[in-house]
């Protein structure tokens, strides 16, 4: 019952994304050279990841541009993917975002970090959901973490096993919050707020205990 109750929430979440009728428009960048159809890979494994969940996102490479297209959700996201030599963040750290930046790249993935979680078939894998999870901040601009699914803290090893089986899914809790913060971008699209919080969030995503 509990899990049709959760479905439930999930998909009238989903319906009301689908009524905004927009798209959440995401800019990678790199200076590093992945291997091939990594990055590719990891994209249409985000893209899933958000479509379970009624949202719609599409890619683009290189910086954001100056307009943002008539139908995107908001400013666009721009992510950069690089190394952690450069990073003031934890050892542990696999990525950082800043969830409250209203422009400019909010969210940084570590490269050498992801490609070290397992063999690198699965490096793929690893980087979707990181990209998901630091994605999914910025939307719901915040840096809180819940107890189950995408949006933990710690992914432990069974989490791990999930993602790769496509099981890995974000809280009902989420769900709402990322649908909410979708509806305040497109309220807010244009206006060039200043950020609330400069701060970049530092993340720490495995333990290595
Ligand atoms: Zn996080």
Known sequence: MRAFWILGIAMAAGMSANAQNCVVALYVSTDLSLPTAM???AEI????IFHNIGVTVRWRIGAPTARAAH???GEPLAVRIENSAQANVTAEALAYSAPFADSGVSIHVLLDRVMRIGPASYAPVVLAY???HEIAHVLERTGAHSRDGVMKAHWDRSDYWRMESGGLAFSAEDVESIHSGIAYRVRHA???ETSMNG???SERLVSHE
């Open 39 to 41: 990055l590719s890979l």
């Open 45 to 48: 494994r985000t893209s899933a």
């Open 71 to 73: 139908d995107a959700c």
């Open 130 to 132: 990181v990209m998901a």
């Open 190 to 192: 244009g206006r060039n």
């Open 199 to 201: 701060e970049a969030l």
